[in-house]
């Protein structure tokens, strides 16, 4: 064999060498969850606790999104491709269909309350080492340290709004459209910021301490400024939101199915609470005004 033979030969085997190589790195190389061609059919349950509405289960995928309300019985759903935001209850087989922007934390608590589309001003993600400025024509959101939960990586962010400071874990660990990050953001009261909330803690700053008041009103306690002290017991941390568990589950598309043949109600707070449940709330307030009335008949006021 000659040396230029034999040269074609070697060259001949590092090449079949190298193409079999890339052949088994494509055949035992697995990609991360998020880069997987299935990542938009994988299926997450995270449950997280409410301090008005009790246990909340999120069931979340890459295109779609469904909560339900232990304490009220009522569940959220949205879904690619239109994403509009259906709220029901199974028991009274009621419906409101609308838009995401009409979705607000009171109208989920109370019953009665009417306000919708809140609109927040554009979001500004300052560095711990910029001076805290508060504009009314952005939101200053401070990243403020990162860790992990559940097995979720997360930011911890802090926004500071007419002296109530509102602390809060994002994370991005898992893969979803921007639409589901937003029902949960605005489920929780928290800005609009691409990434699934996993706690938040409120809490009111700049108040006055509650052992400065008492020691400067100790010798007159009776006093108006004595007052004082009630907002300071009320404004020490309040924990709105906490993540119990996260995990992965078995895909089932038939989750995310919209109820058919349900009655179309007007608002959001129309679906909130049972009709019987809100005729209870009318009638124990209406007793509550007629016992005060009678009470002021009774002690002859008005004669």
Known sequence: MSLKTSKTARTLATLAFATALCLLSNLTF???VGARPDS???EWLLIQNHADLGEVKFYITHDAVKGVVSKTGCCLLAKAPDWKLNYYRDDDRAIWT????????????????RS???KSPPIKVRRPDVPYCDLNSQLNVELIGNGTTQGLHYNEYSLTIR?????FWLTKDIAVAPPVTKLLCRFYGVPEMTQIPLYVRKNMSGGPRYADEFAK?????????HGQLMPDLRS???LTMTTKSCKRIPYDGTIFDAPRNYERRVAIVDVTY?????????????????SSDRSKSAGGHGK
């Open 30 to 32: 697995t990609p991360p």
């Open 40 to 42: 938009k059919n994988a």
């Open 98 to 113: 609308g838009s995401m922007d009409q979705l607000e934390p009171a109208s989920l608590v109370n019953p009665f309350n």
């Open 116 to 118: 919708f589309a809140r």
């Open 163 to 167: 002296k109530q400071r509102t602390v």
């Open 217 to 225: 009103n100790k010798v007159t306690p009776f006093f108006p400024e």
């Open 236 to 238: 020490g941390p309040q």
């Open 274 to 290: 049972s009709g019987k449940l809100k005729n209870e709330i009318t009638n124990m307030m209406g007793d509550m005004a007629f």
